[in-house]
């Protein structure tokens, strides 16, 4: 069955550290990946998304993810976080075909960032 | 703006009773979605409407009925609510052909 997981359910980071947040998929083939941030209170936003090419993309606020094929991941970074990136961020993913443009998203990590 | 939006924002109604749920936007946009969002945050579709046809639903109980007037719209109607609907109800839109969704901000719904 298609499944996205991210193992982290919640971290913790210092306002200024670096920031890796992990997802991996299970699907036939590779899919669509995305990657949503949660303000409190608020709707989704997209951060990026990789449909093919240049494995590593660039996003808003200061973010990248890096598609690994072998390895089935789609792990977002960003190399300071501020106060204000303290959020939940989901995962999703959709298959290249015949799936009208169907999300699935995994449960989410939620960021605390500490002053 | 160009947004999603939804009202209301909080609901707040005792089980059995009938509500709906109104989403707008004014993207331009084709396709629109409604998400159900549990207690532990978890994003799951509910159903999909392209041009107001529906393309998408997903296992969902016969209570909840969507319907589109028009593109710009899709509202969702829920009859007889029961504790287990509360949660957070996010519409989306998104072009043609696209998976760029984009959100409206929720509607908190809480049945007691």
């Known amino acids: 069955a298609q499944s996205v997981t991210q193992p982290d359910i919640h971290i913790t980071v210092s306002e200024g550290a670096s920031l890796e947040l992990r997802c991996n998929y299970s699907y036939g083939a590779t899919p669509y990946l995305f990657w949503y941030v949660q303000s409190p209170g608020q709707g989704l936003q997209l951060l990026l998304k990789?449909?093919?090419?240049?494995?590593l993309v660039q996003g808003i606020k200061g973010c990248e993810a890096e598609f690994k094929r072998r390895q089935s991941s789609f792990n977002l970074r960003k190399p300071s976080v501020h106060w204000s990136d303290a959020a939940e961020y989901f995962c999703a993913v959709a298959p290249l075909t015949g799936s009208n443009y169907k999300l699935t998203f995994g449960k989410g990590t939620l960021l605390t960032v500490n002053p | 703006d160009t947004a999603v939006s939804q009202t209301p924002k909080y609901l707040v109604t005792q089980m059995g009773n009938d509500k709906s749920i109104k989403c707008e936007q004014n993207l331009g946009h084709d396709t629109m979605y409604w998400y159900k969002q549990d207690s532990k945050k978890f994003l799951k579709i509910m159903f999909s409407y392209n041009n107001k046809e529906l393309i998408i639903n997903e296992t969902v109980p016969n209570r909840f009925s969507p319907k589109s007037p028009d593109k710009a719209h899709l509202n969702l109607h829920i009859n007889s609510l029961e504790l287990g609907d509360s949660a957070v109800y996010f519409c989306?839109?998104?072009?043609?052909?696209?998976?760029?969704?984009?959100f409206g901000p929720g509607t908190r719904l809480t049945v007691t």
């Open positions: 989306a839109s998104s072009p043609e052909n696209s998976y760029e969704q984009y």
């Open positions: 990789y449909f093919s090419g240049d494995t």
